[in-house]
């Protein structure tokens, strides 16, 4: 192996372009023998480097982080009401008013694109509330005036 690096080597510098006549002239035997001997110097150091992390022993593996214990819920999820919480909170969110920020909209105007994206759900949403009052409220109601009878 340390052969075949020699010979790229000075293959590598026999590929060079050709040389002016004055530079060749200076490519004198003892120039080449201290060049080759550079190169096989380092060759050396890097068989020796190569050798040393072969010898070492490889590092040993981290040991993996203990499992978690599942988190328990002391109630109940309701995975709808969760989802329909998450939806609701984005009015909250500023993300409208930076991305008008950055488009040059003002941030009251920017905001107020951000409630006309849940319009839709105020008018869902208000009704079905006062709605869901008037029945409630008309229950209670009938259930007081039967219990005074």
Known sequence: MRIALILA???????????????????????????????????????????ALQAAPPAPAPAPAPAAAPVQPSEPVNSIGAGSAA???????????????????PGETAFAIS????FRDLLVGIPALILWQLIEGRRLLRAESVASE
Do not use: C, W, Y
Request: cysteine-free.
């Open 9 to 51: 080597g000075l293959a590598i510098l026999g590929a060079s372009p050709a040389l002016p006549a004055a530079a060749q002239d200076a490519q004198t035997p003892a120039v080449l023998q201290r060049q080759v001997d550079e190169l096989k110097e380092r060759v050396a150091k890097l068989e020796a480097a190569l050798a």
């Open 115 to 118: 409630l006309l994206a849940r």
């Open 87 to 105: 939806s609701s909170a984005k009015v909250f969110n500023p993300d409208m008013a930076v991305i008008g920020n950055f488009l040059g909209i």
